[in-house]
């Protein structure tokens, strides 16, 4: 059998941290269930700016096209500006990739309670389109350092974008509750919002069975809050989704066990996954940070790598160390990261 190769880029912060633990438990689980991981860690990342003024190699993204997939860390440091790190590694990868999908499960765990409505039990999975919308280049400043000042920004919204992720939701759907939500603000946003509100429509009319309900983002993101509950896949543009799933993997407890899935679902390029925190500069280096979102993504790598019954186990694996109380700071308790991990890893067998 030939082992699968996975790119590692632990980054920077805390991604330094929680990479160890998450590359631990996901080999735990390989072992068990005979699969073999090739691990090729690359150095990418901050550091690496500062030395060579960008943040992956001129021929990286060539280098990650020959794996199988990328499990990442968390970049982003309070002295080089976001827009480097995110536009320089996160982004590239991503769009070259064609990796449209950022899928970001959120899920009561055992033991963490729902900050707001303790009674509630929260599984939902957030499809945010990764590939355009407001995440956009195309824009500019004008009158530079003057009383006139100005910026915009276009956004961009296009019918396959739109349909595909429509159409992953609606998918995924169809094998859950059967019900999608759509955030939308058509109501504000008067071009891209309606057009997207269209095309959802459209696409989800394929899909008989799927109950499609559009909701105003403001609204959504307050129900969110009150009653996820009644929420199972919900559809949303690149910021819609990137905001709601922090505040949906906050509202279940810590957003250091929130994971995500950067997927190109026609298999054509390696896919990311890494948890949905960043680096957390104000708690790196002291080893207490939360390892679940960057396991949880491992599990979530395992499964597109075809290997669900693993990716099942290792849930199991970390959900039974919560249950049995061993927790970090986030969430309460007292573990380290790697006392966190070695919980997870001791309840693998
Ligand atoms: P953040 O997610 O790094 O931290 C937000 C808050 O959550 C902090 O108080 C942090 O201590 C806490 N937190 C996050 N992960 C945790 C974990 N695993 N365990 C315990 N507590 C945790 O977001 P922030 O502060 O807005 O960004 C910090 C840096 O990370 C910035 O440079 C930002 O651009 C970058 N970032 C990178 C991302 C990525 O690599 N995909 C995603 C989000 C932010
Ligand atoms: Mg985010």
Known sequence: MTAARIAVIAGD???????????????????VHGIALDWHELDWGSDYYRAHGRMLPVDGLDVLAEHDAIFL???????????????????????A???????????????????????DVIDLMIVRENNEGEYSEIGGRAYRGLPEEAAFQENVFTRKGIARAARFAGE????????????????GIVHTMPFW?????ETLADYPTVELRSELIDALAASLVLHPE??????ASNLFGDILSDLAGAVTGSIGSAPSANLNPE???????????????????????????QIWSGAMMLDSLGRRPAADHLVAAFELALADGVRTRDL???????????AVVARVD
């Open 13 to 31: 912060g805390i991604g330094l941290e929680v990479m160890p633990a998450g590359i631990r438990a996901v080999d735990a689980v390989a072992v």
């Open 197 to 201: 509100d269209e095309v959802v429509r």
């Open 172 to 187: 995924l759907a169809a094998a859950r509750s059967g019900k999608v939500t759509s955030a939308t603000k058509s109501n």
């Open 97 to 119: 990739f064609e990796q449209y999908i950022n899928l970001r499960p959120v899920k009561t765990l055992p033991g963490v309670t729902n900050r707001v409505r303790t009674d």
């Open 332 to 342: 309460g308790g007292t573990a380290s990261t790697e006392e966190f991990a070695s």
């Open 267 to 293: 298999r054509k390029h390696p896919s990311m996954f890494e948890p949905v925190h960043g680096s957390a500069p104000d708690i790196a280096g002291q080893g207490i940070a939360n390892p679940i979102g």
């Open 230 to 235: 009644r929420y199972d896949v919900i559809v």
């Open 73 to 95: 860390g968390a970049v982003g440091v309070p002295e080089i500006p976001d827009v480097e790190t995110l536009w320089g590694l996160l982004i590239p990868i991503r769009r």
